[in-house]
């Protein structure tokens, strides 16, 4: 069998922290990068006697995100502990949910170049995080840092039907930016606040059966997740082709060296012994308060996708990307305020803006570049003031100070050459300059049009009427060769 004749089962979970200001069960800070063990209390670092306290605005959350994701929001919920030891684990459990989670189902839909896939969900729900380990600052000792412990967070399951490493890197950046909008998680996968578990089997092509699964945890950017969960396949495809067998295991990838390495081995698999927390009510929620908040909800990446293609005539491609994040649909909607062209708006914002602002790593509503400025500049180069060339290097220095379009081109004298007589001069001088290539074009070489038009931009500085020239350039050359 070879390698092609194996398909790839791939299931994802995601675990999202929640953008609340306290953590999970008491009222310490979620900050990051505070100093360590410095925002922990008896509750969150286990003492004993001490009661948790739901925080209302994570359950919020979690509820908002199963609306957005099309999931059924259980009116009863119930958290469970999870137990096992570990040193960032002060109680020796997590709080989590398992029999009865808040968000049951649901789904998301991918935009690939084969056409939709929805990608069911298992579930949604609530639970704490865990603390730090620190390896790294002493050969000796290791530490630890419990600021993280009782972080809120979801964590989102999804079935397994994703089939390729693409599809798995794509479902996490449309996870990322419809979390981003609800304003739930900031989705910074640096910072660990969206982190992803892969679980990566392979079955032989028209099968139904599952193969056994390797758990890659831990992944935290979403090269990586393509990265890893592709090397996975790899490595279980040769395993079977020598005859192996794959082995169930949780594994960890290794960024330094592109490969996964084995964590611990079934047999080694923790039994996390759940039962429901005896310090914590069930959660019960009414639909009055399911429908409150889904009339919280902003517009979603999904439905703007939809307005933008039907209203503004737009490619699905130029859709997506201009919703993928909500300041820069925001920052596209206010340019088209003065009646401009979308597609003109889009080209620029998706050539030079996003050119601009990721060399100099800043997010767009830092930009001097306001939207009313952009739409200036296109009117310009629709009234021929500046050409299109000329106006990539006025939008730069827009980019750079802040300063109007009208004003660059003044300042600079860019303004552009519309006058056939003084084209017809430097069309002319051009020609004198390059005779033998002249003589070529007359001998049938005729792709030296664009030579010339290019010598006659050069000269006039990119200022000429493009337009112009290629009508002027044509008719001249043609001239001469008939003349001959």
Same mark, same amino acid.
């Given at each position: ?5 194996? %398909? ?14 306290? /953590? ?11 100093? *360590? ?24 959350? =979690?509820? /908002? ?21 570990? *040193?960032? &684990? ?7 949910? +398992? ?21 069911? &969900? ?51 950046? /449309? ?8 304003? =739930? ?39 990586? =997740? ?20 794959? =082995? ?7 960024? #330094? ?10 047999? %080694?698999?923790?039994?996390?012994? +759940? ?26 990446? %999904? ?59 800043? *997010? ?93 931009? /050069?000269?006039?500085?990119?200022? #000429? ?20």
């Amino acid at each position: 069998m070879s390698s092609s004749e194996f %398909e790839a089962v791939i299931g994802l979970e995601i675990h999202a922290q929640l953008l609340t200001k306290t /953590k999970m069960f008491c009222g310490c800070s979620t900050k990051f990068g505070s100093e *360590p063990n410095s925002q922990t209390c008896p509750i969150c670092i286990g003492m004993p006697g001490v009661l948790p306290v739901m925080n209302k605005n994570a359950l919020e959350f =979690v509820i /908002k995100t199963g609306i957005a994701m099309n999931c059924t929001i259980a009116h009863f919920s119930r958290f469970a502990r999870k137990n096992y030891f570990y *040193p960032d &684990l002060p109680k020796g459990y997590q709080i989590s949910q +398992y029999e009865l989670p808040i968000c049951q189902g649901g789904h998301l839909v991918l935009h690939t170049q084969d056409g939709e896939r929805v990608i069911g &969900l298992t579930r949604i729900h609530m639970e704490e995080d865990a603390g730090k380990n620190i390896h790294d600052n002493s050969d000796k000792y290791s530490f630890v840092d419990l600021n993280r412990a009782g972080t809120p967070l979801m964590e989102i399951v999804t079935e397994p039907e994703i089939r390729t490493p693409a599809e798995a890197s794509m479902f996490m950046r /449309k996870l990322r930016s419809i979390l981003r909008y609800l304003g =739930v998680c900031d989705g910074n996968m640096e910072e660990g606040s969206l982190r992803c578990d892969a679980n990566v089997s392979i079955r032989a092509r028209g099968e139904l059966a599952l193969g056994v699964k390797a758990e890659i945890k831990n992944i935290n950017s979403f090269k990586f =997740v393509e990265k890893a969960i592709e090397y996975e396949i790899g490595r279980q495809e040769r395993v079977l082709l020598d005859g192996g067998r794959i =082995v169930q295991e949780t594994r960890l990838w290794d960024v #330094a060296t592109g490969v996964t390495k084995s964590m611990r081995s079934k047999e %080694e698999a923790h039994d996390y012994r +759940y039962f429901p927390e005896p310090d914590l009510m069930p959660v019960v929620v009414s639909n009055e308060i399911i429908e409150t908040i889904r009339a919280t909800l902003p517009e979603l990446p %999904e439905d703007k996708v939809k307005r933008y293609v039907e209203r503004y005539k737009l490619p699905l491609y130029d859709a997506e990307l201009l919703t993928n994040e909500q300041q820069t649909a925001k920052w596209f909607e206010e340019a088209l305020v003065n009646g401009v062209n979308p597609k003109a708006v889009s080209n620029w914002m998706m050539g030079e803006l996003m050119r601009l602002l990721n060399e100099n790593n800043l *997010p767009i509503d830092k930009c001097k570049v306001s939207p009313v400025h952009l739409t200036e500049l296109i009117a310009l180069i629709d009234k021929g003031t500046i050409s299109g060339t000329i106006a990539k290097s006025v939008f730069e220095e827009m980019f750079n100070t802040g300063k109007r379009a009208e004003g660059i081109i003044k300042e600079k004298g860019l303004v552009q050459i519309s006058d056939e007589g003084s084209i017809d001069k430097i069309v002319e001088e051009v020609i004198q300059k390059n005779l033998k290539e002249v003589e070529r074009y007359k001998g049938g070489e005729v792709k030296l049009m664009g030579f010339f038009v290019g010598q006659v931009m /050069k000269l006039s500085k990119g200022k #000429a009427n493009p337009a112009m020239v290629n009508d002027i350039v044509k008719r001249k050359l043609d001239g001469k060769a008939t003349d001959e």
